[in-house]
């Protein structure tokens, strides 16, 4: 039983030093023009009482030694308080749309810290959702929507936060993985 037992924890970790992460397969297209919005901001509401925020990505670059991830800047704005951000996006998935043979869902990760201190300034994490055609043209449009967390730097403030270029009917039945 002893050497069936360190068999299989000798295969198990074999198997898991050459299993690897399936790639980003869309490494050769460039998401920024989706995430620049046309210079529109992207809309949403963070905390508790649904405060309206305002998230204006400004720049937008592909990392060319990592072509799945993007270096962002801009800046957010709640309640009339503006602070800008630096922060990256990373894709990590890509899927069919159920319904829609032409159209394609693309997942990723972002980071978006605040360049501010004290109480109102923080940290935005979680997922990006963007919708749209597989055949990407000049043309091209996607719905893009964001959904995660803000906490402040001193820990003090913790909000569940989303935005996107549309206005969802309701964000609880937006799929994000």
Do not use: C
């Not at 295969?11 to 620049?36: G, I, N, T, W």
């Not at 890509?94 to 810290?113: G, H, I, Q, S, T």
Request: overall charge positive; proline content about 5%.
């Amino acid at each position: 039983m002893k050497k069936f037992l360190s068999f299989f924890l000798v295969a198990f970790a074999f198997s898991l030093s050459f299993s690897q992460v399936k790639p980003f397969p869309l490494k050769h297209e460039d998401f920024s023009r989706f995430l620049l919005n046309g210079n529109t901001p992207f809309y949403g509401e963070i905390s508790t009482d649904k405060a309206e925020i305002k998230i204006q990505i400004e720049k937008s670059t592909k990392n060319p030694d990592k072509p799945e991830q993007y270096f962002i800047s801009g800046h957010s704005e709640v309640a009339g308080t503006k602070s800008g951000f630096s922060g990256e996006i990373t894709f990590t998935q890509r899927f069919n749309v159920n319904n829609a043979p032409d159209e394609m869902l693309v997942f990723a990760d972002f980071v978006m810290k605040e360049l501010g201190t004290g109480e109102h300034s923080g940290i935005f994490t979680g997922k990006v959702r963007m919708q749209m055609n597989k055949i990407i043209t000049k043309e091209s449009l996607a719905t893009v929507t964001f959904k995660g967390r803000w906490e402040n730097y001193p820990g003090t403030l913790d909000f569940e936060t989303w935005w996107a270029n549309f206005v969802p009917k309701d964000i609880s039945k937006v799929v994000f993985k």
